[in-house]
T-cell receptor, first 112, second 112 residues
């Protein structure tokens, strides 16, 4: 059974801190790994990673995939209160059709 | 990016009734999916909505309980049938476009 595990499940830090969120996976027919930010209901897309070792960056957020370790990290530097959200990791697999398998999410709280 | 509109955004329903959620995408998408997010949980794929044919359901989900339609490339509906309190959840429509997976705003259902 395909599995995606995120850690930590919950994290509370102060504004300005740097955080690292982890995602590990155990799937067959890996296609890509995606990160989403969920603040209210709809997850919003952050990154899609397909190649190992290539960092993707967007402002204060960055992410990298390690296919050998079957894992990915999401880094957020100089955190702001607006970064408070649930961060979801999902792995795209192919099982007759493409589909996403989601991790449990990391609830990040940034205190002022 | 694609914009996905979902309605209703929320509803309170009585046990034993059925509710249909609509999903409209502003551009043609290759694939559409329906997810469920139960309180405190991550996203679980219910089914892939196939245009002009029966949806492909994931393990644990059946057509009688969650009938899905997709008459064209930009529109889909999910019906939650004979609801019970266990069906209280956020239901999310998503579509694949431009290599990314976009989500609707979600429909929060509460079953009394």
């Amino acid at each position: 059974e395909d599995k995606v595990v995120q850690s930590p499940l919950s994290l509370v830090v102060h504004e300005g801190d740097t955080v690292t969120l982890n995602c590990s996976y155990e799937v067959t027919n890996f296609r890509s790994l995606l990160w989403y930010k969920q603040e209210k209901k709809a997850p919003t897309f952050l990154f899609m990673l397909t190649s190992s070792g290539i960092e993707k960056k967007s402002g204060r957020l960055s992410s990298i995939l390690d296919k050998k370790e079957l894992s990915s990290i999401l880094n957020i530097t100089a955190t702001q209160t607006g970064d408070s959200a649930i961060y979801l990791c999902a792995v795209e697999v192919y099982q007759g059709a493409q589909k996403l398998v989601f991790g449990q999410g990391t609830r990040l709280t940034i205190n002022p | 990016s694609a914009v996905i509109s979902q309605k209703p955004s929320r509803d309170i329903c009585q046990r034993g009734t059925s509710l249909t959620i609509q999903c409209q995408v502003d551009s043609q998408v290759t694939m559409m999916f329906w997810y469920r997010q139960q309180p405190g949980q991550s996203l679980t794929l219910i089914a892939t909505a196939n245009q002009g044919s029966e949806a492909t359901y994931e393990s644990g989900f059946v057509i009688d309980k969650f009938p899905i339609s997709r008459p064209n490339l930009t529109f889909s509906t999910l019906t939650v049938s004979n609801m019970s309190p266990e069906d209280s959840s956020i239901y999310l429509c998503s579509g694949r476009a431009y290599g990314e997976l976009f989500f609707g705003e979600g429909s929060r259902l509460t079953v009394l």
